[in-house]
């Protein structure tokens, strides 16, 4: 089967592409920055943008799937990088496309939370490109992934480099707000098993890893991992915390947004459903999984 693979370069979009190669599928991997093409190695490479229409036809030309990952967790404006062009028109565009080249098996990466009342532009825009998903007549798949850990990661390595640096890490809030990590080797397992999945048509999967840890819990995981003895916390009220990210969130170095702070503060957890067993996935644990790595 040959899949035009989106975000390819991208952390979950390298796992994709090398569990694709694997079970040798032939894939063409739409990357728009040229200087990146050796990060997809063992693909077909179509120099091209999902924002920019007029470059998609091409690379849609003969393919029998797509699996669009494009997305950002921060919103950059002044350089043009927003959640409703990346997320929303992104999608569209490669929905439309995909139509018009006769390209009927659409993947789509949306992410946990995303829902009608999501209070978070991320999640809004996430839930409007579902919606044209469904809408588009395609023979779509949608998976909501909830915070993915691997070896590149941002989040847990950030934690990793937190504890590494500080003697005592600060946490917003309590620190008992839950998350449910999963591996993107799971992640990216799913999304192959559902090429070859006729059952996975229409519908959207919730994928969350075995077990669910408060944000305090996975501070002491990653402590264990990386062979600390104890993990010392300093918890910032969530009512002072707040007004700073608000103010500071416009510096590219500070490492939180507002939607982010309300995105954790929503919890990252899910109801397994039909994920694991329709993939015949075995679930990665999170301390095998972050011990590959965090060191």
Avoid at 76 to 105: C, W
Avoid at 132 to 137: E, F, T
Wanted: charged share 20%.
């Amino acid at each position: 089967m040959k899949i035009l693979l989106t975000g390819a370069t991208g952390f979950v979009g390298q796992e994709v592409l090398r569990t694709l190669l694997k079970v040798n599928h032939e894939v063409r991997a739409l990357i728009h920055n040229q200087s990146k093409i050796k990060q997809v190695t063992g693909a077909e490479v179509h120099i091209g943008d999902t924002t920019r229409p007029e470059s998609l036809t091409e690379a849609l030309a003969g393919c029998d799937a797509v699996i669009h990952l494009v997305g950002i967790i921060r919103e950059y404006p002044h350089r043009g990088i927003t959640f409703q062009k990346l997320h929303t028109e992104s999608t569209r565009n490669m929905l439309e496309t995909a139509k018009d080249q006769g390209v009927t098996r659409f993947l789509h990466m949306s992410a946990n939370g995303t829902r009608a009342d999501a209070v978070t532009n991320y999640h809004k825009t996430k839930w409007a490109a579902e919606q044209l998903v469904r809408q588009s007549g395609l023979d779509w798949t949608i998976f909501r992934p909830s915070l993915i850990y691997g070896p590149s990661d941002q989040f847990i390595n950030m934690l990793a480099a937190l504890i590494r640096k500080l003697p005592v890490v600060p946490v917003i809030g309590d620190g008992k707000y839950r998350l449910q990590p999963v591996s993107v080797k799971d992640v990216a397992t799913g999304f192959v098993r559902a090429l070859d999945c006729p059952e996975s048509i229409g519908q959207a999967y919730h994928c969350g890893g075995p077990q669910v840890y408060s944000y305090d819990e996975l501070l002491d995981l990653v402590g264990v991992a990386m062979g600390k003895k104890k993990v010392y916390k300093l918890h910032q009220p969530l009512a002072m915390m707040k007004p700073v990210v608000a103010l500071l969130q416009s510096i590219p170095q500070f490492p939180m947004t507002s939607d982010q702070l309300q995105m954790l503060l929503e919890e990252n957890i899910c109801e397994q459903g039909d994920w694991e067993k329709t993939f015949a996935i075995k679930l990665q644990k999170l301390p095998e999984g972050i011990s590959e790595y965090v060191n």
